[in-house]
């Protein structure tokens, strides 16, 4: 049975139920699953690729924030209201599968195992604690250790199935990143730059190489990763 993560608390005939009421889509990288403001209908478990959701600035710039990968979910919110819009653009950065559950059937899955309502309970509280967590490191993180932690998480998202030490591809440019971590792109090749020169990432076009992920971890962990007071 696929492994979907957030699927994981149901019991096995649940699952199975779940799964089967859901549609396969396959993505090109580059390619967009939803825009922003269109009507949201379904939320999607990614099975293999991954995507990136961005949201439209004041000035009107898509900034990303967010990198889903497999076992990850996304536009759960169409869960709760229906006929409600998205709130998020989602792209493709890469071939992507995803399986989609829509509102309807959702609700009768509900309606027939009062048991499968505890998924959305599941997405909600995922969600919460992605927004909470994303918003105590932009409030009391240093620029430069938001860029360290952010391609931490990263690596979390790229390494599946990979050994804790082994070297992991962020298929993401610095600008990116940088909308990740939420700094300039100067800050961010500033950091990506002395990562490089201490051996723990290399850099190549559109990708960060993450070399010696247990020594990225080590620096996420410091204050001031780069020697600065």
């Known amino acids: 049975m696929l492994e979907l993560g957030l699927l994981s608390d149901l019991a096995p005939s649940e699952r ?11 993505y090109a990288t580059g390619e967009v ?12 478990f990614v099975v293999e690729g991954r995507v990136v959701a961005r949201r439209s600035s004041e000035q009107g710039d898509r900034l990303a924030y967010s990198v889903m990968g497999p076992g990850q979910a996304f536009g759960e919110l169409a869960m709760i209201v229906r006929a409600g819009r998205r709130t998020a653009t989602i792209e493709a950065v890469e071939p992507t599968v995803t399986l989609a559950l829509a509102f309807a059937d959702f609700e009768r899955l509900c309606a027939k195992h009062p048991e499968v309502s505890r998924l959305l309970v599941r997405l909600l509280a995922a969600r919460v604690n992605r927004l909470t967590e994303a918003l105590m490191e932009a409030l009391h993180t240093p620029a430069e250790l938001r860029v360290v932690r952010s391609l931490v998480s990263l690596c979390g998202v790229y390494a599946v199935g990979a050994q804790s030490r082994s070297p992991v ?24 730059r002395r990562l490089e020169s201490g051996g723990v990432v290399a850099l190549d076009r559109g990708r960060v190489t993450v070399v010696d992920p247990g020594a990225l971890r080590r620096t996420a962990t ?3 990763p780069l020697g600065h007071a």
């Open 33 to 44: 699953v939803f825009h922003e403001g269109d009507t949201a209908d379904s939320v999607h």
């Open 16 to 26: 199975r139920e779940v799964v089967a009421t859901m549609h396969r889509h396959t």
């Open 222 to 224: 410091v204050t001031h």
């Open 169 to 192: 591809t962020v298929q993401l440019n610095q600008s990116e990143l940088a909308e990740l971590a939420g700094v300039t792109r100067p800050t961010a090749n500033r950091v990506l």
